[in-house]
C-alpha cells in the first residue's frame, strides 16, 4: 500500500495550468517531530515536495492554502528521475485541507501565478505527471 499523510506548513507554493488546460498545484511542505535526547528537547525537520492536480489543488488555494498555513495532506508517493538521471519523491496529493494559520478569506476562484516549472505531458494511464523537480524551490532550505 502507498499511501502518505501529512501535516506541516506549507512554503514554496505555486500554481498553474498546462497546456491541455489541467490545474496544477506544487509546494512544500515542512514538519517537525520532536524528541528527547539525552534529557534535551530536539526537534527534527524534513521538507517534502507535494503536487496537487485538478480541483484538488485549486479547492485548497480556493480554501486559504497559501504559505505559511498548515495543511493536512493526503496522497501517496511518487517518484521521478529528472533529466540528469536523479531520482527523486514526492508526494502526490489526492487530499489537501486548511487546518490553521496563514489563511486568507475564501475567494471565488483561484489566483493565477505563473508555473515555476512547465509540467510534463500525460503519461500512459492519461493522468499527467507532476513537474519536473526543480532545485531553485527549495534554494532557501536549510539542507
Known amino acids: ?15 498553474g495550468t498546462t497546456n491541455s488546460g489541467v490545474t ?5 511542505v515542512k514538519t517537525e517531530r520532536r ?7 530536539k526537534t527534527q525537520q524534513c521538507y517534502i515536495r507535494c503536487s496537487a492536480w ?28 529528472s533529466q540528469d538521471g536523479a531520482w527523486s519523491i514526492g508526494v502526490n496529493a489526492q487530499q489537501v485541507a486548511v487546518v490553521g494559520g496563514g489563511a486568507r478569506p475564501r475567494q471565488s ?8 516549472v512547465a509540467p510534463q505531458a500525460p503519461v500512459g494511464d492519461g493522468r ?4 519536473a523537480y526543480d532545485p531553485a524551490m527549495e534554494s532557501d532550505l536549510p539542507f
Open 1 to 15: 500500500m502507498n499511501s502518505v499523510t501529512l501535516v506541516g506548513t506549507v512554503a514554496h507554493l505555486k500554481h
Open 24 to 28: 496544477w498545484t506544487n509546494f512544500t
Open 35 to 41: 524528541f528527547s535526547s539525552k534529557g534535551e528537547q
Open 54 to 81: 485538478g480541483d484538488t489543488g485549486s479547492r485548497a488555494i480556493d480554501e486559504g492554502l497559501i504559505d505559511g498555513s498548515t495543511a493536512l495532506i493526503m496522497g501517496y508517493l511518487q517518484s521521478e528521475k
Open 109 to 116: 476562484a483561484a489566483p493565477a501565478v505563473a508555473p515555476a
Open 128 to 131: 499527467p505527471t507532476p513537474p
